[in-house]
């Protein structure tokens, strides 16, 4: 299986930074990678698709980037409602796999 | 509208069986890919097992074996049947529909999750 590394395993941050996630595959995956957001008690929400694509409905705040192992979900300013943990997923071979998440407080 | 309504989950005693069932709603689960994934209580996201529209079915290595995904084309419901369980399969369970843009499948229809508590 794939494996998927984010980092950091948390942060604190405030309303209006600019917060940076980072999810890194252990071996090649092209751009078949997707970032979800979940709040407690919640199924998890689709941000991004295919690296970069934003999710239709999803504020453009949230943007996405990178290619082959190394990726990035960029929150430009962060809102009251974007407190949340976030997954990397990668869909290039199944089965699918998922990072250990990101919680943001 | 594009739904998804889990049921069948409870608390059963290790080495037991629960049939989970996933009924879909605007959409048809044969035309689809359909997938369920587990949390385990304060923990990540597992994709434990995957239907394709052609009917092969893939599973993680945690539950191969064990779990079998099925679909009712009749009922438009898919289904997880969940055999020996262990303490370890406790978790929250979502049924989730992927969704794809060329080869780029990501899951944009989730279920609001049923709880599986295997305990004895």
């Known amino acids: 299986d794939i494996q998927m590394t984010q980092s950091p395993s948390s942060l604190s941050a405030s309303v209006g930074d600019r917060v940076t996630i980072t999810c890194r595959a252990s071996q090649p995956i092209d751009t078949y990678l997707n970032w979800y957001q979940q709040k407690p008690g919640k199924a998890p929400h689709l941000l991004i698709y295919a690296a970069s694509s934003l999710q239709s409905g999803v504020p453009s705040r949230f943007s996405g980037s990178g290619s082959g192992t190394d990726f990035t979900l960029t929150i430009t300013s962060l809102q009251p409602e974007d407190f949340a943990t976030y997954y990397c997923?990668?869909?290039?071979?199944?089965?699918?796999?998922f990072g250990q998440g990101t919680k943001v407080e | 509208e594009v739904q998804l309504v889990e049921s069948g989950g409870g608390l059963v005693q290790p080495g037991g069986s629960l049939r989970l069932s996933c009924a879909a709603s605007g959409f048809t689960v044969t035309d689809n890919y359909m997938t369920w994934v587990r949390q385990a209580p304060g923990r990540g996201l597992e994709c434990v097992s995957l239907?394709?529209?052609?009917?092969?079915?893939s599973y993680a290595d945690s539950v191969k074996g064990r779990f079998t995904i099925s679909r009712d084309t009749s009922k438009n419901t898919v289904y997880l049947q969940m055999n020996s369980l262990r303490v370890e399969d406790t978790a929250m369970y979502y049924c989730?529909?992927?969704?794809?843009?060329?080869?780029?499948?990501?899951?944009?229809?989730w279920g609001k999750g049923t709880t599986v508590t295997v305990s004895s």
């Open positions: 989730a529909r992927p969704s794809s843009w060329y080869n780029f499948y990501y899951l944009d229809v």
């Open positions: 239907l394709y529209s052609g009917g092969t079915t």
């Open positions: 997923q990668q869909n290039f071979m199944t089965s699918w796999t």
